[in-house]
């Protein structure tokens, strides 16, 4: 059961570029999270943004959530090779009390 | 640092042999996870737990079995492993107050190979 859709699949810029990611989801949520994974590595979790908020900040993140949309975006500012990972929204599933449910993931390249 | 540690990274099995693969937190979290990621599927949930000997199925349950017999420690079960069982496992956990309610510690991963 997918629930929710990263765009693009994959994105490649330079250094002190911007890059937005995408999510689309299909049901009612109560949270909207989105994870960072380094190659072959576990993911970590970047941002929680809630149903009732619009946007949210953490260091060169921003997080925008349209519910009426059924949409979240991911903004990376400055970007550095460091951010060179795939990054992956996850929703709740449509029944009340399941696990996350994570999309297939943008992969971001970010070369100097 | 919070941990959740992952037995093994590389982990190599024959083809009906039962396998275990065990996670343990040290964050006194309530709910763990299983998830496993292929190539172009993404991470699809196996099993989760809320509370000690809970069990909740995910989306991919069969051939799968969890124990929860420490709030510690989340072990996922391959009865008889098989070739399509080759794959990244990753465990997580998070706080009681939904499973969702709140972001995700993930180990490092296993990657079992399945000959």
């Known amino acids: 059961s997918q629930q929710g859709e990263e765009d693009p699949q994959a994105l490649s810029i330079q250094e002190g570029e911007n890059a937005t990611m995408n999510c689309s989801y299909k049901?009612?949520?109560?949270?909207l999270q989105w994870y960072r994974q380094n190659s072959g590595r576990g993911l970590v979790h970047l941002i929680l943004i809630r149903s009732n908020e619009r946007e949210k900040h953490s260091g060169r993140l921003r997080v925008t959530l349209d519910t009426s949309k059924k949409s979240s975006s991911l903004l990376i500012t400055a970007s550095r090779a460091a951010d060179t990972a795939s990054y992956f929204c996850a929703t709740d599933a449509h029944q009340a009390g399941t696990a996350l449910i994570f999309g297939k993931g943008t992969t971001l390249s970010v070369s100097s | 640092d919070v941990k959740v540690t992952q037995s093994s990274r590389y982990l190599v099995k024959r083809t009906g042999e039962k396998v275990f693969l065990e996670c343990v937190q040290d964050?006194?979290?309530?709910?763990m996870f299983w998830y496993r990621q292929d190539p172009g599927l993404g991470l699809r949930l196996i099993y989760f737990?809320?509370?000690?000997?809970?069990?909740e199925k995910g989306d991919i349950p069969e051939g799968y079995s969890v124990s929860r017999e420490k709030k510690e420690r989340f072990s996922l079960i391959l009865e008889s492993a098989s070739t399509n069982q080759t794959s990244m496992y990753l465990c997580a956990s998070s706080l009681f107050g939904g499973p969702t309610n709140y972001g995700y510690t993930f180990g490092s991963g296993t990657r079992l190979t399945v000959v």
């Open positions: 049901t009612s949520i109560n949270n």
């Open positions: 964050m006194d979290h309530e709910n």
């Open positions: 737990s809320y509370d000690v000997k809970m069990k």
